[in-house]
């Protein structure tokens, strides 16, 4: 079936560091791609998406480039916060009877020290 | 605008006893209705999803139920809760007609099972 592997955690930098959080991806057909982030004691919070190849989602600083040829979603800031403490987690959607499932990967906590 | 309320926000309940969580999307119809679990250092789970009124369907077997009594409530229930349904649940919607449409989680309900 589908599967997402991310890299593995935690992750701890300095803040301004340059970010880089490894997505790849198992499917058949090429389903849409999900950035979500998890604050501590909170529930899970899109954070960037893309629906199709080539396309680039970014929010908040935050980018991800859809490559169907290497089946890669790889997350990257240029300057991290230390309020971007947080664990990561890529996803990719994929129909599933009349509906839709999100398949995450094993997420990925980012430390940020001042 | 769409908003998803979870409650109770936090749960501790001994084993043996039974368990309902709670969930209602506000300012959508018809959505999509997931509830995922995500264990103490694990990735996410999904355990039930809904695509309409009086219609579940489980991922895995489990010690758990879901009941979808009206369009935008979602319920998960069990008669007798184990130590392993310690967990964080969360809930979460999706518009049914866009298949790209991401997931949108509610703040959660962490459990803990004594």
């Known amino acids: 079936g589908d599967s997402v592997t991310q890299m593995e955690g935690p992750v701890t930098l300095s803040e301004e560091a340059f970010l880089t959080i490894n997505c790849t991806y198992t499917?058949?057909?090429?389903?849409?791609l999900f950035w979500y982030v998890q604050y501590p004691g909170e529930g899970l919070q899109l954070l960037l998406k893309?629906?199709?190849?080539?396309d680039k989602g970014s929010n908040k600083g935050f980018e991800a480039t859809y490559r169907k040829e290497t089946t890669s979603f790889h997350l990257e800031k240029g300057s991290v916060q230390v309020s971007d403490s947080a664990v990561y987690f890529c996803a990719l959607l994929q129909p599933w009877g009349g509906a839709q499932k999100l398949v995450f990967g094993q997420g990925t906590r980012l430390t940020i020290n001042p | 605008s769409q908003t998803i309320h979870q409650w109770p926000a936090t749960l501790v309940q001994p084993v043996g006893s039974p368990l309902s969580l709670e969930c209602t999307v506000e300012g959508t119809s018809n959505p999509n209705l997931y509830w995922y679990r995500q264990a103490a250092g694990r990735g996410l789970q999904l355990l039930f999803y809904?695509?309409?009124?009086?219609?579940i369907s489980s991922e895995v077997p489990q010690n758990l139920s879901a009941s979808r009594p009206q369009d935008r409530q979602f319920i998960l229930s069990s008669k007798k809760l184990l130590l392993s349904d310690s967990g964080f649940y969360l809930c979460?919607?999706?518009?049914?007609?866009?298949?790209?449409?991401?997931?949108?989680f509610g703040n959660g309900t962490r459990l803990t099972v004594t």
């Open positions: 499917a058949t057909g090429y389903p849409s």
């Open positions: 809904s695509v309409g009124i009086g219609q």
């Open positions: 893309a629906t199709k190849a080539d």
């Open positions: 979460a919607w999706t518009g049914g007609s866009s298949y790209n449409s991401p997931l949108h």
